[in-house]
């Protein structure tokens, strides 16, 4: 019975932990300039523009599909804010576990639904090439989604 509920704590603790750190590193994460990526150099858009040579209607095609994909991101991320807000609203109130569960799996499928819209953006990216260029998408897509990753967290003030 002491061995149970030890554990139940355990896991607790631990996954308040998991979250603390997710949290810290998405609030942490600064805004990335329009010019350049997280890493100071191109960006994504840049990159794959050079990289797979797009012509002028592909360019245009890829802007818009780009802040469609932007704006969708922007409306995951607002709402997993809000959830993390309610999650950690819940540290100074008696909350049962069942309902953290819940918002750590809401908060956890927002990431989910990042992902997965960003695969499917690209796939409509991928969706504008000519075979040549698709070729060449395939080639370099690690590379781009490489840059999209955040940096590092900015160092913590002492």
Avoid at 43 to 66: A, G, I, P, W
Avoid at 102 to 131: G, M
Wanted: a negative charge.
């Amino acid at each position: 019975m002491e061995n149970a509920r030890f554990l139940k704590i355990s896991i607790i603790i631990l996954l308040l932990i998991n979250i603390g750190t997710l949290s810290y590193l998405w609030m942490g994460k600064q805004q990335v300039p329009p010019q350049g990526g997280p890493h100071g150099g191109p960006d994504v858009f840049t990159f794959l523009c050079n990289e797979l040579k797009l012509d002028d209607q592909q360019v245009r095609q890829y802007e818009e599909l780009r802040d469609e994909h932007h704006q969708s991101v922007e409306n995951i991320q607002h709402h997993s804010r809000q959830l993390r807000e309610q999650f950690f609203d819940m540290l100074h109130s008696n909350t049962d576990s069942s309902t953290v569960k819940k918002i750590s799996d809401s908060i956890a499928a927002t990431q989910e639904q990042i992902e997965l819209v960003t695969f499917y953006h690209f796939k409509k990216v991928r969706n504008i090439l000519r075979p040549d260029q698709q070729k060449r998408f395939d080639e370099v897509i690690q590379e781009a989604t490489r840059m999209m990753a955040p940096g590092p967290p900015p160092p913590h003030p002492r």
